[in-house]
Nanobody, 122 residues
């Protein structure tokens, strides 16, 4: 059983920053492409960013390119999402995901975390 657990969400003022973390267990599970998606109630889940299992390739959604950065520490089995210059439209539940293929497609993800809420005030 693969488990993903997100943390780091919260309330932040527009223009501020947050860093989300996604811990992967068991720790022997390492060779996955990892990604972040976000979702607002009533809307389709949106691709945010993804990183290959080696960390050498990354993908970013148009809405966050230049503001968000994904990284991973395989020794800690943890993926990070650094979010800078936050705007109210970034408000959403953020979900960590793992896949065997580096992809922007939510339906191709193999595992999901429970989500962590990010709220950006104006």
């Amino acid at each position: 059983q693969v488990q993903l657990v997100e943390s780091g969400g919260g309330l932040v003022q527009a223009g501020g920053s947050l860093r989300l973390s996604c811990a992967v267990s068991p720790r022997t599970v390492r060779s996955y492409n990892m990604g972040w998606f976000r979702q607002v109630p009533g809307k389709e889940r949106e691709f945010v960013t993804a990183i290959s299992w080696t960390g050498t390739s990354t993908l970013y959604g148009d809405a966050v390119k230049g503001r968000f950065t994904i990284s991973r520490d395989n020794d800690k089995n943890t993926v990070y999402l650094q979010m800078n210059s936050l705007i109210p439209d970034d408000t959403a539940a953020y979900y960590c995901a793992a896949s065997t293929v580096l992809t922007r497609t939510a339906s191709l993800q193999n595992y999901w975390g429970q989500g962590t809420q990010v709220t950006v005030s104006s």
